[in-house]
């Protein structure tokens, strides 16, 4: 009989997790990445205490820092005027509050770090170029097809992202929501000196919002501005070379100081965001030897900045449930219920994220009467708005 082994369909920040987790869980791997290679795609993404308190235990937290910057605080501001709004401390008083610092820094970054560890492990086998679908399963096995190969282990880890082949949850393919994202990576040399901070800036405007924060230890500025717009026709595809035009169109109406920041910026990448309704049980996540991880199982929009945190705390739980299990005589009986255990687990703190990050883009985006209710909230109780103790003080059972 040949070793047991998990499937991982996926070669993102969750599919690696996931192998990562797996490994240190005793589990041979076969990770299966449809990419030719693995490229430095993407810009920012800011990581909160449960995550990186979890690349920590790993042991990944001084590389982490290194590629990391430390915002000292999230800041609210109205688009309009420029003011600021609100103020939620960062820098320390995350790691004292929640045990752990919050992070900016870019996706490339990050996705080299958990590559590095993967192969570090020497858990994994990991094939590149490998579109990988679901050919079938059994009680025994689990078995993925490509073009040119197949492949069987005792459990797959669907871990292939929003437009992926093994999601089985779909009620039909994920919705436009609506919203453009622009993004642009700034040298830090063309910002302005005003807006060289240490901080994660969110300015808030009708129908619009705009995220600033340093990545790449300060060295380049993270922009992301998102608009209400119909998306371009091919929307499965994340770039599309963006018209500086259409967005400066766009921020009409913006303070000078945000406009200024938007010119900086050289080069646009324009980003259609899609979701899927949250989850409502715990088989949208697993069924028999089979489990969803990540975007593949809960995609949402990144109004609260939670994507690639959440997968990889789906990792880190998928460690915990499979934790010695592959030595196990009992193996082929106890797997499918620990798949079901650590959907379980992480089912309603994925769906809550979910739901959340639909409601602060209605939020984000208010016109009217209502974008002044709203900033004068802010302005009354903005750190206590701000700040989210349900999901900064998550803890994953390491
Ligand atoms: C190219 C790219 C750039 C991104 N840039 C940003 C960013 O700048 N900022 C941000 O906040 N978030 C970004 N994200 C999203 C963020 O990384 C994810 O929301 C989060 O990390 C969850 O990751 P995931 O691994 O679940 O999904 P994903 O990051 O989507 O990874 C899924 C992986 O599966 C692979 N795949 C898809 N189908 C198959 C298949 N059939 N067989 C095998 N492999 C398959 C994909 O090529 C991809 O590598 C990006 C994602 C991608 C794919």
């Given at each position: 009989m040949t070793a047991p082994s998990v499937l991982v369909a996926g070669g993102g920040i969750g599919g690696l997790s996931a192998a990562l987790a797996l490994g240190r869980a005793g589990w041979p791997v076969q990770l299966f990445e449809k990419a030719q290679a693995f490229s430095e795609v993407g810009a920012g993404l800011q990581l909160g205490p449960p995550a990186v308190r979890i690349l920590q235990a790993w042991g990944l937290g001084r590389e982490l820092l290194q590629a990391a910057c430390l915002p000292q605080a999230l800041v609210c501001l109205c688009a309009l005027s420029g003011q600021e709004l609100a103020r939620l401390p960062l820098g320390q008083r995350a790691v004292s509050v929640y045990g752990a610092p919050y992070l900016t820094l870019h996706r490339a970054d990050l996705h080299s770090l958990l590559l590095g560890a993967v192969q570090a492990g020497g858990c994994t086998e990991l094939r590149l170029g490998c579109e990988a679908r679901l050919e079938g399963h059994s009680d025994h096995d689990v078995t993925l097809s490509w073009p040119g190969g197949s492949a069987s282990g005792q459990a797959l880890i669907g871990a292939d992202g929003l437009w992926g082949a093994t999601p089985w949850l779909t009620d039909g393919p994920p919705r436009a929501t609506g919203h453009l994202a622009y993004r642009s990576l700034i040298p830090i040399d063309a910002v302005a000196l005003a807006q060289r901070r240490m901080q994660v800036s969110v300015w808030l405007g009708p129908r619009l919002h705009v995220v600033a924060y340093p990545v790449r230890g300060g060295e380049c500025l993270n922009l992301v501005v998102i608009v209400q717009g119909q998306p371009p026709a091919d929307p499965q595809s994340w770039d599309h070379a963006a018209l500086g035009a259409d967005l400066q169109q766009a921020m009409q109406g913006a303070c000078t100081a945000l406009q200024d920041l938007v010119r900086a910026a050289g080069r646009w990448r324009l980003w259609?965001?899609?979701?899927?309704?949250?989850?409502?049980?715990?088989?949208?996540?697993?069924?028999?030897?089979?489990?969803?991880?990540?975007?593949?199982?809960?995609?949402?929009?990144?109004f609260l900045a939670q994507g690639a945190a959440m997968a990889i705390e789906d990792a880190a739980e998928l460690g915990r449930c499979l934790v010695g299990l592959a030595q196990r005589p009992d193996q082929p009986k106890a797997l499918p219920a620990a798949l079901l255990s650590y959907a379980q687990a992480r089912w309603p703190r994925a769906a809550r994220v979910q739901q959340r990050s639909r409601r602060n883009g209605q939020i984000f985006h208010l016109s009217g009467p209502l974008r002044l209710a709203r900033n004068a909230a802010l302005r009354l109780a903005g750190p206590r708005l701000m700040d989210l103790p349900w999901l900064y003080g998550h803890r994953v059972a390491l």
């Amino acid at each position: 009989m040949t070793a047991p082994s998990v499937l991982v369909a996926g070669g993102g920040i969750g599919g690696l997790s996931a192998a990562l987790a797996l490994g240190r869980a005793g589990w041979p791997v076969q990770l299966f990445e449809k990419a030719q290679a693995f490229s430095e795609v993407g810009a920012g993404l800011q990581l909160g205490p449960p995550a990186v308190r979890i690349l920590q235990a790993w042991g990944l937290g001084r590389e982490l820092l290194q590629a990391a910057c430390l915002p000292q605080a999230l800041v609210c501001l109205c688009a309009l005027s420029g003011q600021e709004l609100a103020r939620l401390p960062l820098g320390q008083r995350a790691v004292s509050v929640y045990g752990a610092p919050y992070l900016t820094l870019h996706r490339a970054d990050l996705h080299s770090l958990l590559l590095g560890a993967v192969q570090a492990g020497g858990c994994t086998e990991l094939r590149l170029g490998c579109e990988a679908r679901l050919e079938g399963h059994s009680d025994h096995d689990v078995t993925l097809s490509w073009p040119g190969g197949s492949a069987s282990g005792q459990a797959l880890i669907g871990a292939d992202g929003l437009w992926g082949a093994t999601p089985w949850l779909t009620d039909g393919p994920p919705r436009a929501t609506g919203h453009l994202a622009y993004r642009s990576l700034i040298p830090i040399d063309a910002v302005a000196l005003a807006q060289r901070r240490m901080q994660v800036s969110v300015w808030l405007g009708p129908r619009l919002h705009v995220v600033a924060y340093p990545v790449r230890g300060g060295e380049c500025l993270n922009l992301v501005v998102i608009v209400q717009g119909q998306p371009p026709a091919d929307p499965q595809s994340w770039d599309h070379a963006a018209l500086g035009a259409d967005l400066q169109q766009a921020m009409q109406g913006a303070c000078t100081a945000l406009q200024d920041l938007v010119r900086a910026a050289g080069r646009w990448r324009l980003w259609t965001l899609f979701d899927r309704p949250p989850m409502r049980s715990a088989q949208d996540m697993a069924r028999g030897r089979m489990a969803l991880l990540g975007d593949a199982a809960h995609p949402m929009l990144p109004f609260l900045a939670q994507g690639a945190a959440m997968a990889i705390e789906d990792a880190a739980e998928l460690g915990r449930c499979l934790v010695g299990l592959a030595q196990r005589p009992d193996q082929p009986k106890a797997l499918p219920a620990a798949l079901l255990s650590y959907a379980q687990a992480r089912w309603p703190r994925a769906a809550r994220v979910q739901q959340r990050s639909r409601r602060n883009g209605q939020i984000f985006h208010l016109s009217g009467p209502l974008r002044l209710a709203r900033n004068a909230a802010l302005r009354l109780a903005g750190p206590r708005l701000m700040d989210l103790p349900w999901l900064y003080g998550h803890r994953v059972a390491l």
